[in-house]
């Protein structure tokens, strides 16, 4: 594998991506429904988010990381996303066991606990997970060909932690500019 990302690669790893998009779209449509499913009875004030990575978003990325995921299109494991929102740490902590009984887990990061006890920040509870195949959740014959074993990042949050993740992480932790230390302290 090249250690540059050259223009020829980057084009490559774009039209592969390309001719995947759709079954990743599949994927976050079924992803989606099977969690909002899941939400209706236990947790339904629960909100439910599903997105394929869209192809400029792709590009980017594999420009932006080519160092750590020189194969994108392969490597990269939050090309199908989901967000579960709910309104409590508790029902944070069902949507846990839930997840974890339901599909395979091949990692799983809880945010919170990076944090040292005097620091605020990012505390989303992150999964990459695949659909277990005991478990198929009503999906169609043509959902369980396009999703196949490909992975998809979950993340499980509170309405409150949203809210910051999305009015600050972004504008802070992922800006195209070089912030200052002052400047993201006041964010935490």
Not at 76 to 104: H, P, S, W, Y
Request: a neutral charge.
């Amino acid at each position: 594998m090249s250690t540059e990302l050259t223009p020829e690669l980057h084009k490559q790893q774009i039209e592969a991506y390309t001719k995947q998009c759709q079954d990743y779209v599949t994927y976050a449509r079924a992803l989606r429904r099977v969690l909002e499913n899941a939400c209706a009875a236990s947790l339904p004030e629960a909100f439910v988010q599903a997105r394929a990575k869209s192809i400029p978003s792709f590009a980017e990325k594999c420009a932006r990381r080519f160092d750590k995921y020189p194969d994108a299109v392969n490597q990269l494991t939050d090309l199908c996303g989901a967000r579960l929102m709910v309104q409590t740490l508790e029902q944070v902590e069902a949507a846990k066991g839930f997840i974890r009984a339901n599909f395979i887990i091949i990692e799983e990061d809880d945010k919170a606990s990076s944090l040292s006890p005097d620091r605020f920040g990012y505390r989303d509870m992150h999964f990459i997970i695949q659909f277990r195949p005991d478990r198929p959740f009503d999906l169609s014959a043509e959902e369980l060909k396009a999703i196949g074993e490909r992975k998809a990042e979950l993340q499980v949050r509170t309405w409150v932690q949203h809210a910051w993740a999305d009015t600050l992480h972004d504008r802070i932790y992922k800006a195209p500019l070089r912030l200052s230390a002052e400047i993201k302290r006041s964010g935490n």
